[in-house]
């Protein structure tokens, strides 16, 4: 049944999906999965309320209900479906939890539309948020992983303080950078780029986001060197990275293995 529910769902037939949903929940109410695709179900029908109504049910039965609206955000967002996350979001009081998801996607949602100062500013007041619920971390995982996500952005203004900064000042401030900087480098810090960027993965991830993060920063116009630390390389590896290399515009890339 479930199953069936979800094919309806994903060829758009909200409501016959929510009813085999419904139907599935009163046999099995700890079925996570049709908990989640019934509030999608609600919310593409523009039912925010009853959307909200089926996270407020879930923790009444016990559920962390705040898991729940985490992941209908998300897929919302990930689908694109800003009006529909916008009428939640309407209902959802900023000072709650869920207001604090509710800006993270928000952060999420503008990043997708190319407004980098809307996203950060999103981020910036979900991570602000999360930090004032400390005590909840260990219960709620999520609110944790918002602050610190939401805090590796930073404005573009500090990004242009720390290119302008000379590496030697960085190093007198951290001495212990130096022996990461000087192996991701390859001798001297840099080199002739100002910024050394340094990213460890497996190969699994150097294929999936590799292209990404080269594309990301390309576009952010710093003379760089992009050092890829390969835990498990394979024999893709070698290839992958002369891809990157291939495809990048200004980045100096390097990688190691291990």
Known sequence: MQQQAIALYQAGAFAEAGALLA????????????????????????????????????????????????????????????AEFAALARQ???????????????GCLAARRDDAEAALAHLKSAAKAAAQVKPL??????????????????DFDDLARLEETPSAAVLRAAPSLEPAIRFAAGGEAGGDA???????????????FGSLLVATLDRAGVATVLHFHVVDAGQATPGLIEALRRGSERL???????
Do not use: M, T
Not at 138 to 152: G, T
């Open 252 to 258: 100096e890339i390097r990688w190691s293995s291990e």
């Open 92 to 106: 959802v009081p900023k000072d709650s939890l869920l207001g604090i998801i509710v800006e993270f996607f928000g």
């Open 194 to 208: 100002g910024f050394v960027y340094l990213c460890s993965c497996n190969e699994v991830y150097l294929e999936r």
């Open 23 to 82: 139907r599935a929940i009163g046999e099995a109410p700890q079925d996570r999965l049709a908990w989640r695709y019934l509030a999608l179900c609600f919310a593409r029908q523009h039912q925010a309320d009853k959307a909200l109504g089926l996270v407020e049910l879930r923790q009444q039965h016990g559920d962390d209900a705040l898991s729940l609206f985490y992941e209908l955000l998300r897929d919302l967002c990930i689908a694109g479906r800003a």
């Open 137 to 154: 971390f260990a219960r709620d995982p999520r609110l944790r992983s918002i602050e610190l996500q939401a805090r590796a952005f930073a």
